[in-house]
Structure formats: structure tokens, C-alpha cells
């Protein structure tokens, strides 16, 4: 096997999610309509809940320079506070420093500068506000 039957670059993960979702709603796995309802209320929880919490963090920690997103996919920008430029090291350091402590963290953006968030729908409050006090302790840290 070459190096490129190997790899897989996130188009192709893209790809084959729909491949297997098509795989599974033919074969009467998945219904073929979901109840969205539901789906968006949890949704909207966690851009609150989270999306709070990181705001919180932005205000209080210079080196966040932007918190975006879209229910519960989220994320935090990080910049050196002095030149506005990305800082990817403060990525790095965050995303180690939290493995420590049982939070496993997604580091994305053309930088590598942004802490990417996407829990589950069924993913907690107080499981969102133990993420975010981590974080808190990880930046105060830098």
C-alpha cells in the first residue's frame, strides 16, 4: 500500500460520513427523517451554556482574541494580546495542559490557533461548566 491509499484528509472523512450514513438509512438503520426539534433545543443549550462560558473566559484572558460559532459547534481563537497575530503555541500549551487533567481537546484554523468544540448533543451542563473551568485554570497557566 502506497502512502496515499494510506492517508485521508478530512474531505475524504466528509465523504465516507456520507457514504456510511446513505449505507445505513438503506438499510433501515437510520430513520429516514429525524426529529430535528429536539436535536436543535439541545443544540441551542450548549451554545449557551458553552458559548457563555467561553465568552466569560474571552472577557477575562486577553490572549482570546475572538469566540465563534454556531450551536454546538463552538471556538476559541487565540492571539498574542500584543499584535493581534495567531498564537499557536498558547493552543498547544492549553490543549497539553488540559490532557492532564482528563480534558481532551481539538486544536483547528490555518494557524492552529483555535480550540475547536463540538460535544454531543447529550452532553451535560455540568459537564460543559467542568470544561470550561479547566480551560479557565489551563489559560490563567500560560
Not at 33 to 47: F, H
Not at 116 to 130: H, I, Q
Request: aromatic content about 4%; hydrophobic content about 45%; overall charge negative.
Amino acid at each position: 500500500m502506497d502512502r496515499d491509499e494510506q492517508t485521508m484528509d478530512m474531505k475524504d472523512w466528509q465523504c465516507m460520513d456520507q457514504h456510511v450514513a446513505t449505507l445505513l438509512r438503506l438499510s433501515g438503520l437510520l430513520p429516514k427523517t429525524l426529529e430535528i426539534g429536539p436535536l436543535l433545543a439541545e443544540a441551542k443549550r450548549i451554545e449557551k451554556t458553552l458559548g457563555d462560558g467561553l465568552r466569560g473566559l474571552a472577557a477575562k484572558y486577553p490572549v482570546i482574541g475572538e469566540v465563534r460559532g454556531k450551536g454546538a459547534m463552538l471556538a476559541i481563537e487565540f492571539v498574542d494580546p500584543a499584535t493581534n497575530e495567531p498564537n499557536a503555541q498558547a493552543v498547544t500549551d492549553v490543549i497539553n495542559a488540559a490532557a492532564q487533567k482528563g480534558v481532551l481537546l481539538l486544536n483547528a484554523g490555518a494557524s492552529y490557533n483555535v480550540i475547536r468544540f463540538l460535544p454531543s448533543v447529550k452532553t451535560s451542563d455540568a459537564l460543559l461548566n467542568e470544561v470550561i473551568e479547566v480551560l479557565d485554570e489551563c489559560i490563567g497557566a500560560l
